[in-house]
């Protein structure tokens, strides 16, 4: 992997176009090694943010800069899995963006995603047909791709997102790796629990809530500002629930 | 056999297998990009541009050109009217200009005729139809392979290919714009009714028969070939009409394909207007 990542924001605010700011006033800094849990309701600035980092929507306010390459993990249900890729086609994906439109892809970069295959565990996989794989199987070579990319910074759209707990488990292993290899991993996700698990928690709801570490974060507080009637606070409020609402739009 | 002994139909054979070929693998992208309806858009709407460059002398690209262009911004403006919904727009704009053209055409000082536009001349074929077939064929061929990881990228994940270093908007911009080169290249072979079966049918039973996107690729090229050999055949031998024959051939092998795999996977269904470009 390249030298060591990092990303940072001061007061970032991003739109859409000529529309309305969808996000304002982000700040964080995250180090190669953690694991940033971005928190927020559907509509409340996660894929915003993620959009704006990327560099493909318009900063209308602060900064970011990032040391590293950065990709895009995104939800497996939102690529075409009928179309004829096998898993190592997807993760060779990777290599596109540094290969010219007139070469071929090189034999390092074929080497390169095998590798990444194996590394997420679907090395014996890598001619199976990418929408015949299981929803968490699809997720790893999407991270496969990511660190084809060669990506110190990874953004990971819901990476858990109607997984089953051995695959859970699977995922959860292979980003422990990758922050031991000194990658950012910025982590949607819904499940507050969870994030409770992470290095640092961003609270998003169309503005910055909190961010921190989750033991002073995650305050009943902080979770009703984000979720508003959205959070359900079980257990006399030990432990809270994210009601999610699933977007069949794709 | 007469299409042994016969140069004019030699002729007629190696243009339709030529463009069968290049129209089978342009089919396949087409597909994969839901653009079936706006490939049927497209002929259509570009008829009265290619009339009125057929009547000014103009190249025939130029006026394809031409009529795509006036036809998306009259759909635009017609989609302003928040009461003319997307789909309607398309359709009232596309049978317009399918009208007007085949009024044009119907004028005795356009240098080709209706029928001619409408259904081609395959039959009349000459050295200057087989060399522009053969360029398309090149161009095609050498189009889809250079913008091979795109295209992939654009289909399967347009989402994730900003990020990749690929603008899908872009990319779907520059195969409908190998369209239109297409459709102008071989309308007045195959007629602006039934270019769209050489485009579409090979191409959906590619995707059927083959596993692999190279496959499908290969696959669709071949049966557009090979509908162009057995129509023109059948036309010759039975006396049927070239354009119709050779659009009955391609369907038959889409028919063939769909019994030999029948439980091939389909692309979700979507609406016209997505295939258009509108909403996903």
Not at chain 1, 49 to 69: H, K, N, P, Q
Not at chain 1, 109 to 137: C, I, M, N, T
Not at chain 2, 156 to 184: C, H
């Amino acid at each position: 992997m390249s030298p060591a990542a990092r990303i940072e924001a001061a007061g970032l605010g991003a739109s859409y176009g000529a529309g309305a700011v969808a996000l304002r006033d982000v700040s964080f800094a995250a180090e190669g090694g953690q694991a940033v849990a971005v928190l927020g309701p559907n509509g409340g600035g996660k894929t915003t943010l993620f959009r704006a980092l990327l560099g493909e929507l318009a900063t209308v306010a602060g900064t970011f800069s990032i040391e590293g390459a950065i990709a895009y993990v995104p939800q497996t249900e939102r690529s075409r899995l009928d179309f004829p890729v096998s898993a190592l086609d997807v993760a060779l994906m990777g290599a596109y963006a540094r290969t010219s439109w007139y070469r071929r892809v090189t034999a390092a970069d074929r080497a390169l995603a095998r590798a990444a295959l194996e590394q997420v565990g679907l090395g014996e996989r890598a001619h199976e047909r990418f929408g015949a794989l299981s929803g968490g199987q699809r997720q790893r070579v999407l991270i496969a791709r990511a660190l084809v990319q060669d990506a110190g910074v990874l953004l990971l759209d819901e990476p858990f997102a109607g997984v089953d707990q051995t695959s859970e488990d699977a995922i959860m292993g292979i980003l422990d790796a990758l922050r031991a290899e000194g990658r950012v991993l910025l982590i949607a996700t819904h499940d507050v629990e969870q994030a409770r698990g992470w290095d640092r928690v961003l609270c998003l709801r169309g503005e910055q809530i909190a961010y921190g570490e989750p033991s002073s974060t995650l305050t009943n507080a902080v979770l009703e500002a984000t979720y508003g009637a959205e959070i359900v606070m079980l257990d006399c409020g030990h432990r809270a629930v994210a009601i999610q609402h699933h977007d069949h739009a794709h | 056999m007469e299409i042994l002994h016969s140069g004019l139909l030699q002729r007629a054979l190696l243009e339709i297998v030529v463009l069968g070929g290049a129209c089978g693998a342009l089919g396949v992208w087409l597909l994969h990009l839901r653009h079936a309806y706006a490939a049927e858009s497209l002929a259509h709407a570009m008829l009265p541009g290619l009339v009125l460059a057929s009547l000014a002398g103009l190249p025939l690209l130029a006026g394809a050109g031409a009529g795509v262009l006036v036809s998306a911004a009259l759909i635009a403006l017609a989609t302003r009217d928040t009461r003319v919904g997307s789909e309607i727009a398309v359709g009232i704009v596309v049978t317009t200009a399918f009208g007007l053209g085949a009024l044009l055409a119907l004028s005795p000082a356009v240098p080709v005729g209706l029928d001619k536009l409408l259904f081609g001349d395959l039959l009349g074929a000459g050295a200057a139809d087989l060399f522009a077939a053969g360029a398309l064929a090149a161009l095609v061929a050498g189009a889809l392979a250079a913008g091979h990881r795109r295209l992939t990228l654009a289909v399967f994940d347009p989402v994730s290919a900003p990020s990749l270093g690929v603008r899908p908007g872009g990319v779907e911009l520059a195969l409908l714009a190998l369209l239109a080169i297409a459709v102008a290249a071989a309308v007045l072979s195959l007629g602006n009714l039934l270019l769209f079966a050489l485009l579409v049918a090979p191409a959906a039973a590619g995707m059927r028969l083959g596993r692999s996107l190279r496959a499908q690729l290969g696959l669709a090229a071949g049966l557009g070939s090979a509908a162009g050999l057995l129509g023109l055949i059948a036309s010759s031998e039975l006396d049927l009409a070239a354009g119709g024959s050779i659009a009955l051939a391609a369907v038959a092998l889409y028919a063939v394909a769909a019994i030999a795999r029948p439980g091939a996977p389909r692309a979700a269904r979507r609406t016209p207007m997505e295939a258009l470009g509108g909403s996903r």
